[in-house]
């Protein structure tokens, strides 16, 4: 019997198997649906379904630069155990140079891209649910950035932390703010990007702050720009303290200007950031079930 295209969807439908293996599936089952759909669960078990659900908040980040095109990108899984697996490092790394060659619209854009590995194929996507059913863990593509600009840097610090800097100038002074920012993780590069919501946040934790020193108005006004003034040094590139700094003293600014090197740009992905980890109690959970069996009892 011959195997349809839309066959294998219907079984891909179904089971959230790779493309592949569902066309594998079907030729050993003669084309039967139902006796398809059993080879996979028996194969690849109900993992890929089940996983999907859980959540990714480990995971690495991944970054590309070739000429003038460069990607950046984060990958998660559900532990730090899998960040680790080679399989799904190749699929970080992959997708971060297909991410700057191809300068895809979204994740579902990414997804679509022709990609094969592992015997999985022939996109991105079917990669990644291919690794699901394969390690019994979920993972996703999160977020990613392309670049297109003559002076790209970029650094990943342990695959947790990835920086790309858009430069004109010294290479190798651009790679050091890379460093920098990996380990400083400043908002913006300088002074004036920082975006108003957060510098509006941190005059309002001033003003609650100098309020309760029972000081003149003049003086707690002194008090909270003087603070808004400190926060914007801190979280600005150029006035943060260059990591690398013999003296201690100099600026990113100030080594910027000795290595003729304008930074226009900064992007930094940090895994993990802003997901929300569940927090598994394990002494609650022993205790719940030993609840329900005394119940069922």
Same mark, same amino acid.
């Given at each position: 019997?011959?195997?349809?295209?839309?066959? &294998?969807?219907e079984?891909?439908?179904?089971t959230?198997?790779?493309m592949?293996?569902?066309?594998?599936?079907?030729?050993?089952?003669?084309?039967d649906?139902?006796?398809?759909?059993? /080879?996979?669960?028996?194969?690849?078990?109900?993992?890929?379904?089940?996983?999907?659900?859980?959540?990714?908040a480990?995971?690495?980040?991944?970054?590309? *630069?070739?000429?003038?095109k460069?990607?950046?990108?984060?990958?998660?899984?559900?532990?730090?155990?899998?960040?680790?697996?080679?399989?799904?490092?190749?699929?970080?790394?992959?997708?971060?140079?297909? &991410?700057?060659?191809?300068?895809?619209?979204?994740?579902?854009?990414?997804?679509?891209?022709?990609?094969?590995?592992?015997?999985?194929?022939?996109? /991105?996507? %079917?990669?990644?649910?291919?690794l699901? +059913?394969?390690?019994?863990?979920?993972?996703?593509?999160?977020?990613?950035?392309?670049?297109?600009?003559?002076?790209?840097?970029?650094? &990943?610090?342990?695959s947790?932390?990835?920086?790309?800097?858009?430069?004109d100038?010294?290479?190798?002074?651009? $790679?050091?703010?890379?460093?920098?920012?990996?380990?400083?993780?400043? &908002?913006?590069?300088?002074?004036? %990007?920082?975006?108003?919501? /957060?510098?509006?946040?941190?005059?309002?934790?001033?003003?609650? $702050?100098?309020?309760?020193? +029972?000081?003149?108005? %003049?003086?707690?006004?002194?008090?909270?720009?003087?603070?808004?003034?400190?926060?914007?040094?801190?979280?600005?590139?150029?006035?943060?303290?260059?990591?690398?700094?013999?003296?201690g003293?100099?600026?990113?600014?100030?080594?910027?200007?000795?290595?003729?090197?304008?930074?226009?740009?900064?992007?930094?992905?940090?895994?993990?950031?802003? *997901?929300?980890?569940?927090?598994?109690?394990?002494?609650?959970?022993?205790?719940?079930?030993?609840?329900?069996?005394?119940?069922?009892?």
């Amino acid at each position: 019997m011959a195997i349809t295209a839309s066959m &294998v969807a219907e079984l891909r439908a179904k089971t959230d198997a790779p493309m592949m293996e569902c066309k594998k599936a079907l030729t050993e089952a003669g084309g039967d649906m139902a006796k398809a759909e059993e /080879l996979l669960r028996v194969k690849l078990g109900t993992k890929a379904g089940k996983a999907a659900s859980r959540v990714t908040a480990e995971g690495v980040v991944a970054a590309f *630069i070739e000429g003038d095109k460069g990607g950046l990108v984060e990958v998660n899984s559900e532990t730090d155990f899998v960040s680790k697996n080679d399989s799904f490092m190749a699929m970080a790394n992959a997708a971060a140079k297909l &991410v700057a060659l191809n300068n895809p619209a979204d994740l579902d854009a990414l997804g679509a891209l022709a990609y094969e590995q592992d015997g999985y194929g022939p996109t /991105l996507e %079917d990669v990644r649910k291919g690794l699901i +059913g394969k390690i019994g863990e979920n993972m996703s593509f999160r977020r990613f950035k392309a670049f297109n600009n003559a002076g790209l840097a970029a650094y &990943v610090h342990g695959s947790r932390i990835g920086v790309v800097v858009e430069f004109d100038g010294d290479a190798a002074a651009a $790679k050091d703010v890379a460093m920098h920012v990996a380990a400083m993780k400043p &908002v913006a590069v300088t002074s004036a %990007d920082v975006p108003a919501e /957060l510098i509006a946040k941190e005059r309002s934790v001033a003003e609650a $702050k100098a309020a309760e020193s +029972g000081k003149p108005a %003049d003086i707690v006004a002194k008090m909270v720009d003087g603070s808004v003034q400190k926060f914007l040094k801190e979280v600005s590139l150029a006035d943060q303290v260059f990591v690398k700094a013999a003296d201690g003293k100099q600026t990113v600014a100030q080594m910027l200007k000795a290595a003729n090197t304008n930074v226009k740009a900064f992007t930094m992905f940090v895994v993990g950031e802003g *997901i929300e980890k569940k927090a598994d109690d394990f002494a609650a959970e022993v205790a719940a079930q030993m609840a329900a069996a005394k119940t069922g009892a």
